[in-house]
């Protein structure tokens, strides 16, 4: 609780705990207590933690972390690169300082590398493109002056024999 909460939440969310522990208010209502194990943790906490608003975020926050065992997997993968047949002999002490450096320059790298190939999005110029087929400029299909449209629909009649042979010759 002291990483994610501070000052006044912090208190309020200790407060409202012991509520939570005592399965008083709305914690201890029967159906809270026979879906607590049941139904979604976050559901659950949306629907009895209410009453306890700092309480209900922490336990959402929490519940919204991932687990994840990769870093104490690749902190254990460091450990046995150093610790090898010829090493064994180390001192505990000396063996987690050698993995704490040797993790560390690691991730120094890592980040090094991440950092040297950003392409900043905004810049066009730094983006690469395969699109060489594109015209700037192009000629356009349509006339520009959209009158087009009506030169001539006054001459255009049912009773003028070219379009009824044109209407006879589509159907």
């Known amino acids: 609780m002291d990483r994610m909460l501070d000052g006044e939440d ?19 209502s029967d159906m809270a207590l026979s879906t607590r194990k049941k139904r979604s943790p976050v559901f659950w906490w949306e629907k009895y933690g209410t009453k306890t608003p700092e309480l209900m975020n922490f336990a959402t926050r929490v519940l919204s972390l ?17 610790h090898t047949k010829k090493r064994n002999r180390l001192e505990h002490k000396r063996l987690h300082a050698l993995v704490y450096v040797k993790y560390n320059i690691a991730l120094r790298d890592r980040t090094m590398k ?11 110029e730094e983006i690469e ?33 070219s379009t009824k042979s044109k209407i006879n010759n589509v159907i």
């Open 129 to 161: 493109s395969d699109d060489e087929w594109i015209t700037e400029i192009e000629d356009p299909v349509l006339p520009a002056d959209p009158n087009w449209l009506e030169d001539g629909i006054e001459d255009l009649t049912l009773n003028d024999t």
């Open 66 to 82: 991932t687990c994840s065992a990769s870093g104490c997997e690749r902190n254990w993968s460091t450990f046995e690169m150093i």
């Open 114 to 124: 991440r950092n040297a190939t950003i392409i900043d999005p905004i810049v066009v």
């Open 10 to 28: 912090r208190i309020k969310a200790e407060i409202q705990l012991d509520l939570y522990e005592r399965k008083l208010g709305k914690f201890g």
